[in-house]
């Protein structure tokens, strides 16, 4: 098979990603810009549920919450999607219509990838024709790591053929290619792949709309998943991307983010890694359209975050609803 024939990536040094990741920990946020900082942060939560014991009553009851984290409360934001199986996706497409509230899943023989292609693509076109407007697929890691590239770039370009084909003048699907970065085991090969994934999106066109496609840490199914380090990766290969031809890729952390600090500590190192990239003087991605956290817990921690900012009380975690 052939060499891909993309540009090399550039290696990485691990002591100072992480020396850099760490620095964003350090960072503090003015009171009065904090309710701000939540409210952002749960507009870019994906709930997510992915369990063997799903049902169209539990997936409802999450697109309802999606749609409304705080009842009563109008001042809260929905969510940015939701995410289920392709069996479950019909049902939130019909839950969700007219909501604004995106429907996710996940495809490709998620959670392992090990798969024949032809079962990873018809699951994806299933999920399309139910109604998803975003696809979560997975890389086949044992490929990428026996040195499989060209095969990895080739399923992640048909995958994001299906998704280019399938758009209309009222809806576009995007993709969110999840390189589960815990199995990766180092840091060049989380550059490589994000590269590889990079550029096999943009091959297909997805990323001729900003957001059409996405880079993501993990499944949720492996630790470790998201971490700062491998996060801050990915953001450099996503401003890499755009400074050479000028294209904008989402990015989307997943797993390990449960509360409100943390999320906080991912927003300052997306807005100082990517401010002024791009035509936005301050930074595009800080939006849900290009940066999202796979972190259903979070949303929680940040809907009690908000009432403590308002009334100084700290809500139980059961004073909201699981889904």
Not at 100 to 127: I, N, W
Request: charged share 25%; aromatic share 6%; glycine share 8%.
């Amino acid at each position: 098979m052939s060499a891909l024939k993309i540009p090399p990536s550039p290696p990485v040094d691990a002591v100072m990603a992480a020396q850099r990741a760490k620095s964003f920990t350090t960072r503090s946020i003015k009171k009065e810009s904090k309710g701000q900082a939540l409210r952002l942060a749960l507009s870019m939560v994906d709930l997510t549920t992915l369990e063997g014991k799903d049902s169209p009553e539990k997936v409802r009851s999450i697109c309802r919450k999606a749609v409304t984290p705080m009842p009563g409360r109008s001042d809260i934001p929905s969510v940015a999607a939701v995410c289920f199986y392709p069996s479950m996706v019909k049902v939130a497409s019909e839950e969700l219509a007219g909501t604004g509230v995106k429907v996710a899943s996940v495809a490709t023989g998620f959670p392992s990838g090990q798969y024949p292609l032809d079962v990873r693509l018809r699951d994806t076109e299933k999920a399309i024709e139910d109604g998803a407007d975003e696809i979560d697929m997975v890389i086949s890691r044992g490929a990428f790591l026996a040195g499989r590239k060209q095969e990895v770039y080739d399923e992640i370009l048909a995958v994001s053929k299906l998704c280019r084909d399938s758009w209309s003048p009222d809806k576009h699907v995007h993709l969110k290619v999840i390189l589960e970065t815990g199995e990766l085991e180092t840091l060049d090969n989380v550059r490589i792949a994000s590269d590889l994934s990079i550029h096999a999106m943009g091959e297909a066109g997805l990323l001729d709309e900003p957001g059409g496609g996405f880079i993501k840490t993990s499944t949720g199914k492996v630790s470790p998943a998201a971490t700062m380090p491998v996060t801050l990766v990915m953001l450099e290969a996503i401003r890499d991307a755009h400074r050479r031809d000028g294209v904008y890729v989402g990015m989307k952390p997943a797993g390990g983010i449960r509360a409100a600090k943390p999320a906080w500590h991912y927003l300052c190192m997306v807005k100082e890694t990517l401010e002024g990239v791009g035509d936005d003087p301050g930074c595009a991605w800080l939006s849900p359209n290009l940066f999202r956290f796979g972190a259903s817990s979070l949303a929680n921690d940040l809907l009690r975050q908000i009432i403590k900012l308002e009334t100084g009380t700290y809500p139980a975690g059961y004073d909201f609803s699981e889904a």
